[in-house]
């Protein structure tokens, strides 16, 4: 078991470093949200301006998985979940207030912060279910090779589900009717593929953050035996 995972009179304690991972996890989560009305050319490929920062989100998952086991990482992917909903609810509110005779910028921030009914469920849903899904193949792959090794692996096969289930919901949610069937499957196959591509690249880094996690810590999770269900919260 973690250190962070320690319990004093029946109450769960967080390390600082679980805490840091958190905050980056949400803060990413909602600037890729914020970021997503950009579209930008990577040669001949159009892609959003969220790509850069939501595969992070990935990352961190992995490496919560990796060392604080699949309870933790299900506990944080919730949390990024309702601060993704909270910071929506209070744009929206900020977009309804009325500005004074001087506001000039209403349809601007409307452009950027107004948010589509069916582009926010399509968009929510996509997150947990892609991230429930990516955090469960991380945590059973380490299960199965019953050690830390192999970690690389872990990290690419898991992100090709998690990113290819996340695509494959959003994509015909979010535009099902509005665009041919043809282009909202290479929307899923471009996207599933840039992400793992982007976990792949930076794969150096995370693993040096792995070791380093592992050495603050001084131990990791072992999952064997645990709940995988997805509203189990509480368990930690």
Known sequence: MSTSQSTSAGKTRFSPTFLI????????????????????????????????VFPVSYIISDCIVEIYGFRRARFVIWLGFAMNLLVCLLLQLGLWLPGDAYWQG?????????AVPRILVASFTAFVCGSMVNAYVMSRMKVGRRGTSGFSARAIISTLWGEG?????????AFAGTLPWHTIGALILTQTLVKTLYEIIILPVTLRVVHKLRAIEGAEANDTGISYKWWKINEL
């Open 21 to 52: 991972l958190t905050v980056v996890f949400c803060i990413c989560l909602v600037v890729a949200n914020l970021m997503e009305i950009k579209t930008v050319s990577v040669g001949p490929l159009a892609l959003t301006a969220g790509v850069v």
């Open 106 to 114: 209403q349809e601007a921030m409307q452009l950027v912060f107004g």
């Open 165 to 173: 289930t996340d695509s494959c919901i959003f994509f015909p949610l």
